[in-house]
T-cell receptor
Framework: IAGITQAPTSQILAAGRRMTLRCTQD?????MYWYRQDLGLGLRLIHY???????GKGEVPDGYSVSRANTDDFPLTLASAVPSQTSVYFC????????????FGNGTRLTVT | GEDVEQSLFLSVREGDSSVINCTYT??????LYWYKQEPGAGLQLLTY?????DMKQDQRLTVLLNKKDKHLSLRIADTQTGDSAIYFC???????????FGRGTSLIVHP
């Protein structure tokens, strides 16, 4: 089934550790996004990529990095995790022409202790 | 910058109609979307409307757009318990493919 796959589903991580959240799409969408969802704050954009080889900063990029080596993969890395990064992380993808709704993965629930 | 506002909660009785409201500030919005998020899942597109339309109907869903007031609403007819979820409004401007999301409205349907 076409869509977005995120891994892991959930993770408990000690503060200071490095962690990469994986995201893969098979829809050949140009654009990909990482959001975090926190209670009462809705969705906040962390980083995005309009096409392979390019990335951009969203609303809350500090402490996170991304890469887009190819169309399908868009990993999110926390270089040194802090408790405030405890959240649910969603990866999404979309076309970049005409009506271009986002397609979301099922999320990664990350707890930083 | 752009802003999208929604009320946080709505409680309705099963069988009644639900109306979820959204306001936005970007006058250059091209597309407006409604997404649904069920517990433990990502957001799924529910419906969308072009900014040059006033209304769109899709089975039990009716989207109304008042472009002058920058007000968008989603009406769900004959609301069922399976409609309980968080509903997000999002707007997209013609110059950017990155949507701006509201904080989401939690719809609670009780018997």
């Amino acid at each position: 089934i076409a869509g977005i796959t995120q891994a892991p589903t959930s993770q408990i991580l000690a503060a200071g550790r490095r962690m990469t959240l994986r995201c893969t799409q098979d829809m050949r969408h140009n654009a990909m996004y990482w959001y975090r969802q926190d209670l009462g704050l809705g969705l906040r954009l962390i980083h995005y990529s309009n096409t392979a080889g390019t990335t951009g900063k969203g609303e809350v990029p500090d402490g996170y990095s991304v890469s887009r080596a190819n169309t399908d993969d868009f990993p999110l890395t926390l270089a040194s995790a802090v408790p405030s990064q405890t959240s649910v992380y969603f990866c999404a993808s979309s076309d970049t022409g005409g009506v271009s709704p986002l397609h979301f993965g099922n999320g990664t629930r990350l707890t930083v202790t | 910058g752009e802003d999208v506002e929604q009320s946080l909660f709505l409680s309705v009785r099963e069988g009644d109609s639900s109306v979820i409201n959204c306001t936005y500030t970007d006058s250059s919005s091209t597309y407006l979307y409604w997404y649904k998020q069920e517990p433990g899942a990502g957001l799924q597109l529910l419906t969308y409307i072009f900014s040059n339309m006033d209304m769109k109907q899709d089975q039990r869903l009716t989207v109304l757009l008042n472009k002058k007031d920058k007000h968008l609403s989603l009406r769900i007819a004959d609301t069922q318990t399976g409609d309980s979820a968080i509903y997000f409004c999002a707007e997209e401007s013609g110059g950017s493919y990155i949507p701006t999301f509201g904080r989401g409205t939690s719809l609670i349907v009780h018997p």
